[in-house]
């Protein structure tokens, strides 16, 4: 079994002969952002959907069940290894309250299986202190640093989910516009190669939320 490492680790992992440039890695997300019974925002229940090609490269060696599907147990091992290493990058969450960064709890409702023949993992990340989503205040993005994974929005109805939410609330996912330098660099980036921290912001989607004023 190979332990799929998805923090700035992960280059050493993937084939060399994948493509030259950044990214080389793509995972579809949904998010739920979760409020709490006064109406604050309390945390992101997030879904990561690994790609086929990374998905049959990460489960290589894993055993499978009499039905044919990998072993879940297995699963729940890679999971666990990536959520050790995420730990240190904020699980590629920067979640915002106006201009300050918020900060996170320990990660819970871990879970993985396969969709299909993608790998998929969903956990939640709360936050230290739920915040008030009203005057626009709340907003996130999720990217891995140096772009080496890109991670977008799932092309689904409903990529983000209120859950709970105050009547009224609504969202908008801005797409990225990244700077031409920022694209040149992310092209002459190979597999054996990092890009730098910080990278990945230009690509990444955030994600605003409109809530009635208190």
Same mark, same amino acid.
């Given at each position: 079994?190979?332990?799929?490492?998805?923090?700035?680790?992960?280059?050493?992992?993937?084939?060399?002969?994948?493509?030259?440039?950044?990214?080389?890695?793509?995972?579809?997300?949904?998010?739920?952002?979760?409020?709490?019974?006064?109406?604050?925002?309390?945390?992101?229940?997030?879904?990561?959907?690994?790609?086929?090609?990374?998905?049959?490269?990460?489960?290589?060696?894993?055993? /499978?069940?009499?039905?044919?599907?990998?072993?879940?147990?297995?699963?729940?091992?890679?999971?666990?290894?990536?959520?050790?290493?995420?730990?240190?990058?904020?699980?590629?969450?920067?979640?915002?309250?106006?201009?300050?960064?918020?900060?996170?709890?320990?990660?819970?409702?871990?879970?993985?299986?396969?969709?299909?023949?993608?790998?998929?993992?969903?956990?939640?990340?709360?936050?230290?202190?739920?915040?008030?989503?009203?005057?626009?205040?709340?907003?996130?993005?999720?990217?891995?640093?140096?772009?080496?994974?890109?991670?977008?929005?799932?092309?689904?109805?409903?990529? /983000?989910?209120?859950?709970?939410?105050?009547?009224?609330?609504?969202?908008?996912?801005?797409?990225?516009?990244?700077?031409?330098?920022?694209?040149?660099?992310?092209?002459?980036?190979?597999?054996?190669?990092?890009?730098?921290?910080?990278?990945?912001?230009?690509?990444?989607?955030?994600?605003?939320?409109?809530?009635?004023?208190?």
């Amino acid at each position: 079994m190979r332990l799929f490492v998805i923090a700035f680790s992960l280059f050493l992992l993937t084939p060399l002969n994948l493509a030259s440039a950044h990214p080389h890695v793509w995972t579809d997300m949904t998010i739920k952002i979760l409020f709490d019974k006064t109406g604050k925002v309390k945390g992101l229940h997030q879904t990561w959907l690994f790609d086929d090609y990374y998905t049959a490269y990460a489960i290589e060696g894993v055993g /499978v069940g009499g039905d044919g599907k990998p072993d879940p147990k297995k699963l729940n091992e890679i999971m666990q290894v990536n959520m050790e290493h995420l730990k240190e990058y904020g699980y590629f969450t920067e979640a915002r309250n106006k201009d300050k960064i918020l900060k996170l709890k320990p990660i819970t409702d871990k879970s993985t299986r396969m969709k299909g023949a993608r790998l998929e993992m969903s956990f939640t990340t709360p936050f230290e202190t739920p915040v008030s989503p009203s005057n626009d205040s709340f907003s996130y993005a999720i990217f891995d640093p140096t772009y080496y994974v890109e991670m977008l929005h799932a092309e689904v109805e409903s990529p /983000v989910i209120l859950s709970d939410a105050p009547t009224g609330c609504q969202y908008k996912v801005i797409p990225p516009n990244p700077d031409p330098s920022a694209v040149a660099q992310a092209a002459m980036l190979d597999a054996s190669m990092r890009g730098e921290t910080g990278l990945g912001s230009f690509f990444a989607e955030r994600v605003s939320l409109t809530c009635p004023e208190e």
